[in-house]
Antibody
Framework: EVQLVQSGAEVKKPGESLRISCKGS????????ISWVRQMPGKGLEWMGR????????NYSPSFQGHVTISADKSISTAYLQWSSLKASDTAMYYC??????????????WGKGTTVTVSS | EIVLTQSPGTLSLSPGERATLSCRAS???????LAWYQQKPGQAPRLLIY???SRATGIPDRFSGSGSGTDFTLTISRLEPEDFAVYYC???????????FGQGTKVEIK
């Protein structure tokens, strides 16, 4: 069974750095891209960016370019989302999801349960 | 960037009724790039439909997707209690290689 297991909830102060993780299991980690999605409290879903774990190629939503960094370590089947300087507005739930990219279909298939990030002074 | 607009914002229906959710794109979208997701409170989203009309694995046949171009529809033929949730459409934009979600439609119990 394909699963994505995300790291636990985080409480941080503004200006601090953070890296959250998403570990894949039940499949070859390099077979599917990984996407990150933000959901602010009471709001909808926002696509942040994606990575191809086979070569670590990334692309980002213009809204998130330069604000976060997506990376992956295929040796441990784990993708990461990181911030160098958090803001209160980064408070949200963050989901990772496998991206099915077949050349014809493009969609997010398996989702992690999410990581809550709270940024407060 | 393509914008997806979902309507209505909230749909109030009773169990057993038919739900029709709309997703309109600001410009034409390839049907193969259009997906629908369900999200229940406190849970991660779940894939329902991909390629505009193909049901994901394990999704009941009361869920169906249709449409092309700029207008897409998710239909739930007979609402079950577990179907009350928020539904999102999503598209892949091949020019910018980005994904975009609609703002969501909440299906609530009347």
């Amino acid at each position: 069974e394909v699963q994505l297991v995300q790291s636990g909830a985080e409480v941080k102060k503004p200006g601090e750095s953070l890296r959250i993780s998403c570990k894949g299991s039940g499949y070859s980690f390099t077979s599917y891209w990984i996407s990150w999605v933000r959901q602010m409290p009471g709001k909808g879903l926002e696509w942040m960016g994606r990575i191809d774990p086979s070569d670590s190629y990334t692309n980002y939503s213009p809204s998130f370019q330069g604000h976060v960094t997506i990376s992956a370590d295929k040796s441990i089947s784990t993708a990461y989302l990181q911030w160098s300087s958090l803001k209160a507005s980064d408070t949200a739930m963050y989901y990772c999801a496998t991206l099915m990219v077949t050349g014809y279909y493009y969609y997010m298939d398996v989702w992690g349960k999410g990581t809550t990030v709270t940024v407060s002074s | 960037e393509i914008v997806l607009t979902q309507s209505p914002g909230t749909l109030s229906l009773s169990p057993g009724e038919r739900a029709t959710l709309s997703c309109r794109a600001s410009q034409s979208v390839s049907s193969s790039y259009l997906a629908w997701y369900q999200q229940k409170p406190g849970q991660a989203p779940r894939l329902l439909i991909y390629g505009a009309s193909s049901r994901a694995t394990g999704i009941p046949d009361r869920f169906s997707g249709s449409g092309s171009g700029t207008d897409f529809t998710l239909t739930i033929s007979r609402l079950e209690p577990e179907d009350f949730a928020v539904y999102y459409c999503q598209q892949y934009g091949s020019s910018l290689r980005t994904w975009t979600f609609g703002q969501g439609t909440k299906v609530e119990i009347k």
